[in-house]
Antibody, heavy 119, light 106 residues
Framework: QVQLQESGPGLVKPSETLSLTCSVS????????WSWIREPPGKGLEWIGY???????KYNPSLKSRVTISLDASKKQFSLKVSAVTAADTAVYYC?????????????WGQGILVTVSS | DIQMTQSPSTLSASVGDRVIITCRAS??????LAWYQKKPGIAPKLLIY???TLESGVPSRFSGSGSGTEFTLTISSLQPDDFATYYC????????FGQGTKLEIK
């Protein structure tokens, strides 16, 4: 059974870069798409983007200019960077796996990590 | 962007009740819709995809229906483990989520 676990700093200063890592266990990262989703406090879930094991990426147009997702297959990890953060980037961040066929729904999720943007 | 609107936002029900949660899309999404269950501190769980296909391992008391712009998630007989927040999500064009429906114990 695949399991995903987010890790990274829980506090980031405004204007700095938020960096998170998702570690995958119980399955290979090959042949799958991997994604990040966030949930700001009191708001709904927002898809951030995904990466295929080949390295191909796709991002939410509303965040595209500030977001980078990368993957290290040898470590079975993928990562998220969000640059120039503001308080609006405060959220619980989830990593997730897309359906095997690449349809943009998520069959496995991490439990989430709260990241607060504050000085 | 395709907007997803769920109703109700909060639903109070008792064990054994049949409950229905509705999700409406701002434009047609065919059957490209998924439903998730979320509990605090626990990874969200996929329940249904393609509007009505039950994910492996999900109890058969959960069912989904609809196409186009109107969708429903039905729990036929509520169990204690079902009290949670439920989200719909479209994947016809990128992906967007509904705002969630919190299912509470009456």
């Amino acid at each position: 059974q695949v399991q995903l676990q987010e890790s990274g700093p829980g506090l980031v200063k405004p204007s700095e870069t938020l960096s998170l890592t998702c570690s995958v266990s119980g399955d290979s990262v090959s042949s799958y798409y991997w994604s990040w989703i966030r949930e700001p406090p009191g708001k709904g879930l927002e898809w951030i983007g995904y990466i295929y094991y080949s390295g191909r990426t796709k991002y939410n147009p509303s965040l595209k200019s500030r977001v980078t997702i990368s993957l290290d297959a040898s470590k079975k990890q993928f990562s998220l960077k969000v640059s120039a953060v503001t308080a609006a980037d405060t959220a619980v961040y989830y990593c997730a796996r897309l359906d095997i066929n690449g349809w943009l729904y998520f069959d496995h999720w991490g439990q989430g990590i709260l990241v607060t943007v504050s000085s | 962007d395709i907007q997803m609107t769920q109703s109700p936002s909060t639903l109070s029900a008792s064990v054994g009740d049949r409950v229905i949660i509705t999700c409406r899309a701002s434009q047609s999404i065919s059957t490209w819709l998924a439903w998730y269950q979320k509990k605090p501190g626990i990874a969200p769980k996929l329940l249904i995809y393609k509007a009505s296909t039950l994910e492996s391992g999900v109890p058969s008391r959960f069912s989904g229906s609809g196409s186009g712009t109107e969708f429903t998630l039905t729990i036929s007989s509520l169990q204690p483990d079902d009290f949670a927040t439920y989200y719909c999500q479209q994947y016809n064009s990128y992906c967007t989520f509904g705002q969630g429906t919190k299912l509470e114990i009456k």
